[in-house]
Nanobody, 127 residues
Framework: QVQLVESGGGLVQAGGSLRLSCAAS????????MGWFRQVPGKDREVVAA????????YYTDSVKGRFTISRDNAKNTVFLQMNSLKPEDTALYYC????????????????????WGQGTQVTVSS
């Protein structure tokens, strides 16, 4: 089992930047594919970005391509989401998620395929 704790959310003006962190503990971090999701009230939780065990493969939803960057530091058991050029529509509760996978190239995007979740960190972008 792995425990996940997100941090780095906050209030920022449109065009600004934030860097989210997700610290993992409990198991060998490099065994897990990781993902960042976001959710607004009344809507399903959606994938924002995902990364493979050693960062070889990444995925971004179309709306954040070119603005967000997912990365990980396996030595520090942490995954990051660098968010630039933020827009009001990026306002949401952001979650990180972990799923053990055997392939070093595998990325996981469906929400239901993730077994472990953090508690979320709020990101609010003002116009």
């Amino acid at each position: 089992q792995v425990q996940l704790v997100e941090s780095g959310g906050g209030l920022v003006q449109a065009g600004g930047s934030l860097r989210l962190s997700c610290a993992a503990s409990g198991r060998t971090f490099s065994n897990y594919a990781m993902g960042w999701f976001r959710q607004v009230p009344g809507k399903d939780r959606e994938v924002v970005a995902a990364i493979s065990r050693y960062g070889i493969s990444t995925y971004y939803t179309d709306s954040v391509k070119g603005r967000f960057t997912i990365s990980r530091d396996n030595a520090k058991n942490t995954v990051f989401l660098q968010m630039n050029s933020l827009k009001p529509e990026d306002t949401a509760l952001y979650y990180c998620a972990a799923q053990p996978v055997s392939s070093t190239l595998a990325i996981v995007t469906p929400r239901l395929q993730y077994s472990y979740w953090g508690q979320g960190t709020q990101v609010t972008v003002s116009s």
